[in-house]
């Protein structure tokens, strides 16, 4: 995989890209509060496996740029795809996580042309437990002034996370944290992500039921089995909004990448062998 730039809409944006560029494409969308590097080996068995895959940062993550006009709208975040795809000689797949999957999805649902070969959700879908969601929200603002060190970091991850090892701060825990001028250590998205959130929430649930509704890209959402966003009530409703949509749940919680590889990969990979060889 090597680091690439994309133009978005009035944003770069990075990412990491392999495979060959005439091979059928994936594109991998991470969470809220996430980066490109938070799908695992997911990428490199992707490219294995005879894609042209490109691992985005959103805009306001990891390493591409900030919005400068503050917009974390979700229109803004669709634009930037559209414009990724736009780049791509055929209709990429796209495997989306949590905020990953809203943008996935409104940029489906919502286009009379084809945008994309194929979707998956990862524990995402028009209704979300707002419970599960206000405590993602508030994890993410509860450090404004952020860390003395990254020890301190990791501390607060293992609390959040209490049921995953507790990060390896020499690990991947360098690449979510960024040193400011004041020597403090800050998450890598943008702090106005939030704000932007509180004022206007990204999943909107008739927008999205209404995107479920239009869709005729072959679709998979995948549940973790522990999730504490989406219910098995909302599996249901999805599937009646997406009778051909199909389901599978990996024993895992919201971040079903990261606290279940190897099951989410192989659930990934089969599903895109059969849809997007």
Excluded: C
């Excluded at 059928?24 to 496996?49: K, N």
């Excluded at 649930?205 to 679709?219: D, M, V, Y």
């Amino acid at each position: 995989m090597k680091r690439k730039q994309f133009s978005g809409a009035g944003v770069m944006l990075a990412a990491d890209v392999g495979g060959d560029p005439a091979a059928p494409p994936v594109i991998l969308m991470h969470g809220g509060g996430q980066t490109r590097w938070s799908w695992g080996s997911v990428a490199e068995e992707l490219v294995e496996d005879g894609h042209h895959v490109v691992s985005l940062d959103l805009r306001g993550h990891g390493e591409s740029d900030w919005a400068p006009d503050g917009n974390y709208h979700l229109d803004a975040f669709v634009a930037d795809l559209l414009e990724v795809i736009a780049t791509l000689p055929q209709p990429p797949a796209i495997v989306g996580a949590s905020l990953g999957g809203i943008i996935g999805l409104t940029a489906i649902g919502e286009r009379d042309s084809a945008v994309a070969s194929a979707l998956i959700l990862v524990d995402v879908s028009p209704t979300v437990d707002p419970n599960g969601t206000e405590a993602i929200i508030s994890f993410m603002e509860a450090a404004p002034d952020g860390f003395a060190s990254m020890e301190e970091a990791a501390d607060a991850i293992s609390a959040y996370l209490p049921h995953r090892p507790r990060p390896s701060v020499t690990d991947g825990l360098a690449r979510n944290l960024r040193r400011r001028d004041d020597g403090r250590y800050r998450w890598h998205w943008d702090p106005r992500l939030i704000a932007s959130i509180r004022r206007e929430p990204i999943h909107d649930r008739r927008r999205l039921t209404a995107a479920a509704r239009r869709l005729g890209t072959p679709t998979l959402l995948i549940r973790g089995g522990f999730s504490e966003i989406v219910t098995l009530e909302a599996v249901d409703e999805f599937r009646r909004l997406v009778p051909t949509s199909e389901y599978v749940e990996v024993t895992a919680r919201h971040m079903v990448a990261g606290d279940s590889n190897a099951s989410f990969s192989a659930v990934v990979r089969d599903f895109l062998r059969r849809h997007a060889p």
